[in-house]
């Protein structure tokens, strides 16, 4: 399931991914999602992995991809919280062929997290 983070800067939306993860539950992300970037003009968007990529469903990977190029002249900046080496160091990669930046980081480090995807800090 995906769950919206509250209590963000409101430069910004957040998700926690728990669980099995299906294509329905990306109905409420595709929601904030269009209203942060009808308000901000962009998309600065985070998700904290409580659970494995394997954890998503075929259905849910292709709602993901439907997300990022729905958006793909909207890009700013995104984070992947997880405690997983290989999902931040891909989300880094990822960065390169994406527009915007997109970076990793470890679950300690949530609080740089949004403080980087807010633009707080840089």
């Not at 190029?69 to 995104?78: D, E, F, S, V, Y």
């Not at 960065?95 to 800090?121: C, L, N």
Request: charged share 20%.
């Amino acid at each position: 399931m995906i769950q919206q983070i509250h209590d963000l800067p409101p430069t910004m939306v957040g998700f926690r991914a728990s669980g099995e993860v299906t294509k329905d539950d990306f109905e409420p992300v595709f929601a904030a999602v269009e209203t942060l970037v009808a308000q901000t003009g962009k998309l600065n968007y985070l998700l904290f992995l409580d659970n494995s990529p394997a954890d998503f469903t075929m259905g849910a990977w292709l709602q993901d991809a439907l997300l990022g190029l729905k958006n793909i002249t909207k890009w700013n900046r995104a984070a992947i919280v997880t405690d997983s080496e290989a999902v931040i160091k891909f989300t880094d990669v990822f960065s390169v062929v994406m527009p915007g930046e997109f970076r990793g980081y470890h679950k300690a480090d949530m609080t740089k997290a949004v403080d980087w995807v807010s633009e707080i800090t840089d």
